[in-house]
């Protein structure tokens, strides 16, 4: 009995030094987590964009100053082609395209040859000419036996009228005839059924309807368009709420997605009197002088600026972080903290100033080198 009492009281002596140990394991650990970083002097908040600093002097503030600026409106669109500047090859042949030397995105030049057609219209044509011809040769030997008759007396003043209408209407079908040849291509020389389709104006081309082989129809589908490029349009959605802000003949800033850092201007030519009646937006119409590098269907930004003055904020830009595609400032709260402020940046001004469209006041203070704080957090 006395060892069985001895067994218990060294099983519960074992068991109180083992909860023991664990218990000062689980203290050491539990203070460990919650001590600060070594070194960084900033302690963590649970809102993750709050923080204590133990050091607030550490990092300078500057106070955000009033800006002025007109009101600006940015809008997008997508790079056209100027209409009035936009030319279609016609054919007035029908036939089959058996020579093909031009393609979409070629530059050519006034006369250049685009296409070569085989086409039966010739034929007919030449007929017809040929005809027309035959008739007018008739009608002038005609005509001078109706004269000669009537200056011997024997035939009246109305036949020799009759026969000379014949000798003109003659001569004006043969004229048809011929203008029609060369409309169409050919020559009344050297008449070929095949037709050489050049180009009507320099340009780009921009549509392209035909390919080797293909069909051609006279006056029907154009084989090519051909655009001038040197002045195009930009088309940009306007929303409902904003339209009474852009006005005909207003400058516009164009800044190009594909060339971001190369701006261009523009002027509103047009705004067109219909509404998308689901997105509620109106399209306005900018021409834009091209420098060769708007290519048709790229997209853009076009700014409006306002003939009103707004007020802006404007900060140093060191004040600003970019994070993820977004813009943070870090300004003061009670208790040694700071916390990090989301604002909207604007356009860049001189002195190494940045303007602040929301997110701040004009005399807010701020922590002059964000990048400083943020790399102190991040230690």
């Given at each position: 009995m006395r060892s069985k009492v001895l067994a218990c009281g060294l099983m519960l002596t074992l068991l109180g030094a083992?909860?023991?140990?664990?218990?000062?394991?689980?203290?050491?650990?539990?203070?460990?987590?919650?001590?600060?970083?070594?070194?960084?002097?900033?302690?963590?908040?649970?809102?993750?964009?709050?923080?204590?600093?133990?050091?607030?002097e550490q990092f300078?503030?500057?106070?955000?100053?009033?800006?002025?600026?007109?009101?600006?409106?940015?809008?997008?669109?997508?790079?056209?082609?100027?209409?009035?500047?936009?030319?279609p090859v016609i054919s007035l042949a029908s036939g089959r395209v058996v020579g093909?030397?031009?393609?979409?995105?070629?530059?050519?030049?006034?006369?250049?040859?685009?296409?070569?057609?085989?086409?039966?219209?010739?034929?007919?044509?030449?007929?017809?000419?040929?005809?027309?011809?035959?008739d007018e040769v008739l009608a002038k030997a005609q005509l001078e036996r109706t004269k000669d008759i009537y200056e011997h007396g024997g035939m009246a003043l109305n036949d020799l009228q009759v026969a000379q209408d014949a000798e003109d209407k003659a001569k004006i079908t043969v004229d048809t005839a011929?203008?029609?040849?060369?409309?169409?291509?050919?020559t009344t020389d050297?008449?070929?059924?095949?037709?050489?389709?050049?180009?009507?104006?320099?340009?780009?081309?921009?549509?392209?309807?035909?390919?080797?082989?293909?069909?051609?129809?006279?006056?029907?589908?154009?084989?090519?368009?051909?655009?001038?490029?040197?002045?195009?349009?930009?088309?940009c959605d306007v929303y409902e709420n904003d339209l009474g802000n852009v006005h005909m003949g207003d400058l516009a800033d164009i800044a190009l997605n594909a060339y971001p850092n190369k701006p261009l201007k523009g002027r509103v030519?047009?705004?067109?009197?219909?509404?998308?009646?689901?997105?509620r937006t109106g399209k306005v119409r900018i021409e834009v002088a091209n420098p060769g590098l708007m290519k048709v269907g790229?997209?853009?930004?076009?700014?409006?600026?306002?003939?009103?003055?707004?007020?802006?904020t404007a900060v140093p830009a060191s004040a600003i972080l970019h994070l993820h595609d977004r813009d943070y400032i870090y300004i003061p709260a009670p208790d040694k903290k700071f916390k990090r402020v989301e604002v909207v940046s604007g356009d860049a001004l001189p002195n190494n100033q940045q303007e602040i469209k929301s997110g701040i006041k004009p005399g807010q203070q701020m922590v002059s080198n964000a990048l400083a704080m943020q790399h102190t957090i991040e230690q």
């Open positions: 083992s909860l023991a140990t664990i218990g000062c394991k689980k203290d050491s650990t539990d203070a460990a987590a919650e001590a600060p970083p070594q070194g960084t002097g900033i302690i963590q908040d649970f809102d993750v964009v709050s923080f204590s600093v133990e050091h607030p300078p503030l500057v106070a955000a100053v009033e800006h002025r600026a007109p009101a600006s409106l940015a809008v997008t669109g997508t790079v056209n082609p100027d209409i009035d500047r936009t030319v093909l030397f031009a393609k979409l995105g070629d530059t050519v030049k006034k006369g250049q040859l685009l296409l070569k057609v085989r086409s039966d219209d010739i034929s007919g044509a030449f007929a017809n000419y040929q005809m027309a011809v035959a011929s203008e029609h040849l060369r409309l169409l291509g050919s050297h008449p070929t059924g095949i037709v050489d389709i050049t180009a009507p104006v320099s340009g780009v081309i921009t549509d392209q309807q035909v390919t080797n082989a293909a069909g051609v129809q006279s006056l029907g589908t154009s084989p090519f368009t051909i655009s001038d490029l040197s002045y195009v349009w930009i088309v030519s047009n705004i067109l009197p219909i509404l998308d009646p689901n997105i790229m997209f853009a930004t076009a700014t409006f600026r306002g003939q009103k003055d707004e007020v802006y």
